[in-house]
């Protein structure tokens, strides 16, 4: 089976700009995670949805960041505006269910300059 | 869910056995012990899960102790591709399927 796909798979920025980060599941997967991982530190969840519904979005920081999954299929992650600590690797996963593994996409790398 | 402590690095030779510790102390009666691995510039990648049975796979063994208090990642013939940061993850229902991750172990396999 295809894998979660993001693109891109690199992008630099300069602070206060904005940049957005787009997401494809494994087919047929209802459950979507966004994660932000900072070089050294393992993943931490931004948010996640269950179709296009948000489940759990306690560590977005929503004065900047907001997300989306129309359809409850693709999603968008977008940041506006960026900052300096805002330079991670942001990886979208996707589950068939609850009780289910995550698969991971390879993620973003977003440098802000 | 319950937290995890695992060392931070590991060193095996090519060819052995790599066997990752992972302590879960305080894990309850419905949560599942996970592991992935990260090689460098990719995304987490699933290895193996289990409850309270030990598990296998193509990738890997998982033992977990009978008071379910840890757990150890088994790789039966490590090769350099192997060369990752495993975590262990312990995910229960109150968690609504999210994976928190820790640090991890670095594991590095010498040629």
């Known amino acids: 089976e295809a894998g979660v796909a993001q693109s891109p798979r690199y992008k630099i920025i300069e602070k206060r700009q904005s940049v957005a980060f787009w997401c494809n599941p494994i087919s047929g997967h209802a459950t979507l995670y966004w994660y932000q991982q900072i070089l050294g530190q393992g993943p931490k969840l931004l948010i996640q949805f269950q179709n296009n519904g948000v489940v759990d979005d306690s560590q977005l920081p929503k004065d900047r960041f907001s997300a989306e999954r129309l359809k409850g299929v693709d999603s968008t992650l977008k940041i506006q505006p960026a900052k300096l600590e805002d330079s991670a690797v942001y990886l979208c996963?996707?589950?068939?269910?609850?009780?289910?593994?995550?698969?991971f996409g390879n993620g973003t790398r977003l440098t802000v300059t | 869910d319950a937290k995890t402590t695992q060392p931070p690095s590991m060193d095996c030779a090519e060819g052995r056995a790599a066997n990752l510790p992972c302590n879960h102390s305080?894990?309850?009666?419905?949560?599942?012990v996970y592991w992935y691995r990260q090689i460098h510039s990719q995304g987490p990648q699933y290895i193996i899960h289990?409850?309270?049975n030990n598990e296998t796979n193509e990738m890997a063994s998982l033992i977990i102790t009978e008071d379910r208090k840890s757990s150890t990642l088994i790789l039966p013939h490590a090769t350099l591709r192997d060369t990752a940061v495993y975590y262990c993850?312990?995910?229960?229902?109150?968690?609504?399927?999210?994976?928190?991750f820790g640090q991890g172990t670095i594991l590095t396999v010498h040629p």
């Open positions: 289990g409850l309270k």
């Open positions: 305080t894990i309850s009666g419905n949560e599942y």
């Open positions: 993850i312990v995910r229960g229902e109150s968690s609504y399927g999210k994976l928190t």
């Open positions: 996963a996707s589950s068939f269910s609850y009780n289910s593994p995550l698969h």
